[in-house]
C-alpha cells in the first residue's frame, strides 16, 4: 500500500517501512483548550489579541482575552506541559492586566524549544454579542503575527448558545481551541 500523506509515497509493505514513513512525518498531535471570562465592567473585550468596542468588557486578571488563554492550552495541551494557570498564576501580581499575547508567545516558543512545527490552530468563540464575525480576520492575522504561522494556517469561529446557558444570558464568552503540531 502507498502512504498518502508521505511527501515520497513510498510504498509500505514492511514494519520497517512503517516506522519510516512515521519517522518522515514525526510525531503529529493535537492539544485542547478550553477558558471562560465573566463580563463587567468595560467598554471593549480582548479577544484573540484584538480589542473589540463593546458595552461591556471581560473581568480576569490578565486581560481576560479568552481566545488567546484557550489557544495557549491547546499548545501547552500539545506538549503536555501544564496548563496555563501553572505557567502563569494568577496569583502573581506581575501578571495583573497583563496583554496575553504574552502568554501565546511563550508557548509559542515552548514548542519551537522542543523542536516543533504548530501546523494549524482553531478556536471556537461562544458569546451572543459582541458580533465576531466583522473582527474575525483581524483576529486571525493577529494570531498569526503573534504565534508566527500564515493566517491559513489559523482558524476563527464562532456561534451563539441559542440564548442557552451562561453566555446565552450574556454572563460571559467562552472559546475552544485545538492545536495541531507536528513534534520530533
Ligand atoms: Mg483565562
Same mark, same amino acid.
Given at each position: &500500500?502507498?502512504?498518502?500523506?508521505?511527501?515520497?509515497?513510498v510504498?509500505?509493505?514492511t514494519?520497517?517501512?512503517?516506522?519510516?514513513?512515521?519517522?518522515?512525518?514525526?510525531?503529529?498531535?493535537?492539544? &485542547?483548550?478550553?477558558?471562560?471570562?465573566?463580563?463587567?465592567?468595560?467598554? /471593549?473585550?480582548?479577544?484573540?489579541?484584538?480589542?473589540?468596542? /463593546?458595552? !461591556?468588557?471581560?473581568?480576569?486578571?490578565?486581560?481576560?482575552d479568552?481566545?488567546?488563554?484557550?489557544?495557549?492550552?491547546?499548545?501547552?495541551?500539545?506538549?503536555?506541559?501544564?496548563?496555563?494557570?501553572?505557567?502563569?498564576?494568577?496569583?502573581?501580581?506581575?501578571? !495583573?492586566? *497583563?496583554?496575553?499575547?504574552?502568554?501565546?508567545?511563550?508557548?509559542?516558543?515552548r514548542?519551537? *524549544?522542543?523542536g516543533? !512545527?504548530? *501546523?494549524?490552530?482553531?478556536?471556537?468563540?461562544?458569546?451572543?454579542?459582541?458580533?465576531?464575525?466583522? /473582527?474575525?480576520?483581524?483576529?486571525?492575522?493577529?494570531? *498569526?503575527?503573534?504565534?508566527?504561522?500564515?493566517?491559513? !494556517?489559523?482558524a476563527?469561529?464562532?456561534?451563539?448558545?441559542?440564548?442557552?446557558?451562561?453566555?446565552?444570558?450574556?454572563?460571559?464568552?467562552?472559546?475552544?481551541?485545538?492545536a495541531?503540531?507536528?513534534?520530533?
Open positions: &500500500m502507498t502512504f498518502p500523506g508521505d511527501p515520497q509515497n510504498k509500505l509493505t514494519a520497517e517501512d512503517f516506522a519510516r514513513a512515521q519517522a518522515a512525518q514525526g510525531d503529529m498531535r493535537t492539544g &485542547m483548550g478550553f477558558d471562560v471570562h465573566a463580563f463587567g465592567d468595560g467598554d /471593549h473585550v480582548m479577544l484573540g489579541g484584538i480589542a473589540i468596542a /463593546h458595552s !461591556r468588557g471581560l473581568t480576569g486578571h490578565s486581560d481576560a479568552v481566545v488567546l488563554h484557550a489557544l495557549v492550552d491547546a499548545i501547552l495541551g500539545v506538549l503536555a506541559d501544564g496548563d496555563i494557570g501553572s505557567h502563569f498564576p494568577p496569583s502573581d501580581p506581575q501578571w !495583573r492586566g *497583563a496583554s496575553s499575547d504574552r502568554f501565546l508567545a511563550f508557548a509559542v516558543q514548542v519551537a *524549544a522542543r516543533g !512545527r504548530i *501546523a494549524h490552530l482553531d478556536v471556537t468563540i461562544v458569546c451572543e454579542a459582541p458580533k465576531i464575525g466583522p /473582527h474575525r480576520d483581524a483576529i486571525r492575522r493577529r494570531i *498569526a503575527a503573534i504565534a508566527d504561522l500564515a493566517p491559513d !494556517r489559523v476563527v469561529k464562532a456561534t451563539t448558545s441559542e440564548g442557552l446557558g451562561f453566555t446565552g444570558r450574556g454572563e460571559g464568552i467562552a472559546a475552544f481551541a485545538q495541531t503540531i507536528r513534534l520530533p
